[in-house]
């Protein structure tokens, strides 16, 4: 996994998680452009994070640990069992009622339940956006800690991931 952003010739700490139960199976289609996308299929995701940070507190903690996977373990949990539909891509037509969201990309249409899928604020439901919407998520948490950068991967199969990361704050950060 790709650490969290750090300066060569900096010292510092980082905490890396990849809990087993950091985990999500949904169903999705990634779109590779105007005329093409995968079949709607699914996967088990896997989600590791890496905090890093100059300092710690007097306790010797970069920050609260228990928080922090207390909060990836509710994330995994909202995503787990849906259909995931990126909602941020101008490819789609998405139509919802109080009973179900039709999907269409190009002549291929989708009808699913509405419980049962997951509209994100993302272009496309790849790995590297999983992995900037779940870093979105959780980012907010980790502001008044004393973590400086925040790195999370998402696993879509053994040896295929995705990863984002950034500076929480400061000059160093990136536009999310």
């Known amino acids: 996994m790709h650490s969290a952003r750090r300066r060569v010739g900096s010292a510092g700490y980082e905490l890396a998680l ?16 105007a005329d093409r996308a995968e079949h709607l299929h699914g996967h088990n ?13 007097e306790l010797g903690l970069l920050l609260n640990l228990e928080e922090l996977k207390k909060q990836i373990r509710a994330l995994c949990a909202s995503l787990d ?6 909602g941020d891509c101008s490819l789609l037509e998405v139509k919802s009622d109080d009973r179900r969201v039709e999907v269409t ?19 496309n439901t790849s790995i590297e956006e999983l992995a900037l919407y779940l870093w979105r998520k959780l980012a907010p948490g980790l502001e ?7 790195s999370v991967e ?9 990863v984002y990361f950034s500076a929480l704050r400061g000059e160093d950060r990136a536009e999310h």
Not at 18 to 33: G, L, N
Not at 107 to 121: I, K, Q
Not at 144 to 150: H, M
């Open 154 to 162: 998402v696993e879509e199969t053994p040896g295929q991931s995705g």
């Open 81 to 86: 069992g849906k259909t995931l539909i990126p």
């Open 18 to 33: 990849a809990k087993e139960d950091f985990k999500f199976s949904v169903a999705h289609f990634t779109i590779f452009d």
């Open 105 to 123: 990309f190009n002549e291929r249409s989708y009808r699913l339940p509405l419980e049962d899928t997951l509209l994100l604020p993302i272009a």
């Open 45 to 57: 995701y896997t989600v590791r994070v890496r905090v890093s940070g100059d300092s710690t507190d």
């Open 144 to 150: 008044a800690s004393r973590a400086t950068d925040l």
